[in-house]
């Protein structure tokens, strides 16, 4: 039973992730169009993580240096990521993402206002709060995880 709980909440979790992806295809961002999957997984870890190193995202995404250095390079092409020094190590780099990215997160917030209200009008909001309270939870939870295996 408990294995099937499991199975559960990441299909739910699969699911919530993959409709919302579908949405942000949906933007119309002639730069947005260009990227792949993989693509927005480097922006989603790179944006979390705040100015990780190249390494840090290869392993947390488990791919080579090759190939993260090739979609690095691609999303700098498109502007949305760029590199800077360690202030301490020079020999290291970070990366993050740029104002443009940032733009392209602000320009869903009608989207976002949109969903919030309907939440807000149809989850009664002691469950409202609860889920609020779960998500952030879980945020922390994953993304701790992540760190821990870097």
Do not use: C
Not at 53 to 69: A, E, F, K, Y
Not at 72 to 89: C, F, P, R, S, Y
Not at 113 to 138: C, H, S, W
Request: glycine share 2%; aromatic share 6%; no cysteine.
């Amino acid at each position: 039973m408990e294995a099937f709980k499991l199975i559960t909440l990441q299909k739910s979790l699969t699911n919530l992730t993959q409709v919302l992806r579908l949405h942000e295809h949906r933007q119309n961002d002639p730069d947005f169009a260009r990227l792949g999957a993989i693509d927005v997984y480097y922006l989603e870890a790179i944006y979390q993580l705040k100015e990780p190193t190249i390494g840090m995202i290869s392993r947390l995404l488990d791919q080579s240096t090759p190939n993260t250095n090739y979609h690095i390079k691609k999303l700098m092409k498109l502007g949305l990521i760029e590199k800077q020094l360690d202030d301490v190590d020079r020999r290291v780099t970070h990366l993050l993402v740029t104002d443009k990215y940032l733009k392209m997160l602000e320009t869903d917030e009608e989207f976002w206002q949109r969903l919030e209200n309907r939440l807000e009008d149809e989850v009664a909001p002691k469950d409202l709060a609860i889920f609020k309270r779960v998500l952030r939870q879980t945020t922390d939870i994953v993304s701790e995880e992540g760190l821990d295996e870097l």
